[in-house]
């Protein structure tokens, strides 16, 4: 028994031109969620087997036998405690921005934590915090922002939701409460009840770096404004210049009222995300009382020190422009290398944000059966040639559909970049003849 689900709003365009399993005629998606017995068994299970030299009680995240072991990394290369180098073209979670392996930002970190390693938000301020959230607030496209920092994405989002109700309550619009799609929903909804809007400027994981056409973001903001409903930015993967601007927003100049960040924010190094909210909400909302909301980590002095040396990091080295010029290059390489494979539907992105979207039959778009796995196929074999990659599947109809996204760290080399393309394409190759009856 499946449940519809609508999804949020997406749009997809690809820089090869070809169209992608994603509907493009709606902009959205429609997702199923399938009950724990029928999923398929890659979902159940996690072996306790011990990777040689570790004790065997970590509730492991993903399933598998043999963990690899890393202990250290630099630029876009991990290894493991076998000496085996990984390229890292995933930069982790497509978090990594600056790279691996940075003295001053563990410098920064190693300082901080010596001097002041926590004080609680709710009786103290710190320096580092202060000066991080002037600096950061220049480079946001929010007006006037206030930074409320937390310990990651999945916080920052808490906070936001949690911030758009406090708003609406201070305003005395109590009857908001509701997230919505588009006009269309926010009109069967009746406009009135309708809180915020959602979204991520250009979809990255779910959907692989799928860019909207040009004006879909304006008429959004459009819209919100429209009907005073506030326009959150989910900039998690596309912010500190992932997509090859500041943030995702910057590509069609779209002020959100919310914006939510982390990942890039300290590329891997501290878990923080934030919550940046206009000065216009910020002061409505306190006016009325005080924010009723925090957790044990927000505003972290030791997260806001190594934050604060990231942003230096990407201003200084030029690493937007790095971003936006080595993603294009990317793709190029990948449209003249497995772009010409059978099974590849479609190579989209913008900056280090790249999608390749894997498809049966690149006539009629038709996926490949989730049961097939020839995402975790794909990830095996790049593995295996020493390539990490990050992987998405159902972004077809909520099961079906196969992603593989890179998000290598902006200090790649070309060098790397060629590797990248090559051994993908190799590993595409490989993972779909390995399973004859998917052959196309
Ligand atoms: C767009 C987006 N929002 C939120 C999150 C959640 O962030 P976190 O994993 O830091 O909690 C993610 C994580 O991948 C994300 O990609």
Not at 28 to 49: E, S
Not at 97 to 110: I, K, L
Not at 388 to 403: H, N, W
Request: hydrophobic share 45%; aromatic share 6%.
């Amino acid at each position: 028994m499946t449940s519809p689900l609508r999804a949020r709003s997406i749009s997809s365009a690809s820089s090869s031109g070809r169209p992608s399993t994603v509907n493009r005629t709606s902009y959205t998606a429609t997702l199923r969620l399938v009950p724990v017995a029928q999923a398929p068994p890659y979902n159940r299970g996690v072996t306790r087997t011990p990777p040689p030299g570790t004790g065997g009680r970590v509730f492991r995240r993903a399933p598998g036998a043999n963990p690899l072991v890393a202990v250290r990394a630099e630029g876009s290369t991990l290894w493991d405690s076998a000496g085996r180098a990984y390229l890292d073209a995933a930069g982790g979670a497509i978090v990594v921005n600056v790279g691996h392996g940075r003295a001053s930002v563990a410098a920064a970190m190693a300082e901080q934590a010596g001097r002041l390693a926590y004080a609680h938000g709710s009786t103290f301020t710190t320096e580092p915090l202060e000066a991080y959230a002037a600096e950061v607030g220049a480079r946001l496209p929010v007006d006037d922002p206030a930074i409320y920092p937390v310990s990651g994405g999945s916080e920052a989002m808490e906070t936001a939701l949690k911030l758009v109700r406090a708003y609406h309550l201070a305003r005395g619009d109590p009857g908001r409460w509701m997230v919505a799609e588009l006009e269309r929903a926010i009109e069967a909804a009746d406009p009135d009840t309708v809180a915020a809007f959602v979204g991520e400027p250009i979809v990255g994981a779910t959907l692989g770096g799928a860019v909207p056409p040009d004006g879909y973001w304006p008429r959004v903001a459009e819209v919100c404004r429209r009907h005073g409903i506030l326009l959150v930015a989910d900039e998690v993967m596309t912010g500190f210049g992932r997509t090859g601007r500041w943030f995702g927003m910057d590509h069609w100049k779209v002020r959100p009222d919310i914006l939510v960040a982390a990942k890039g924010a300290t590329s891997g190094y501290w878990p923080l995300g934030f919550v940046a909210a206009s000065g216009e909400i910020h002061d409505a909302v306190t006016s009325a009382g005080p924010f009723v909301h925090g957790f044990t980590y927000s505003h972290n002095p030791v997260g806001a020190a190594v934050a604060r040396e990231v942003l230096r990091i990407l201003e200084t080295e030029e690493l937007i422009g790095a971003s936006a010029s080595k993603g294009a290059r990317l793709r190029g390489l990948l449209e003249d290398g497995i772009g010409d494979q059978p099974a590849v539907g479609d190579i989209r992105g913008a900056g280090l944000l790249v999608g390749i979207e894997l498809v049966a039959d690149r006539t009629t778009r038709r996926p490949f059966p989730r049961a097939a796995r020839v995402t975790e196929a794909v990830v095996g074999a790049a593995r295996e040639r020493g390539l990490i990659v990050y992987s998405s599947t159902g972004c077809a109809d909520g099961v079906d559909g196969d992603l593989i996204v890179l998000g290598p760290p902006f200090v790649v080399t070309d060098d790397e970049l060629v590797r990248i393309a090559d051994t993908l394409d190799a590993s595409v190759a490989e993972a779909v003849a390995g399973v004859p009856t998917l052959a196309v």
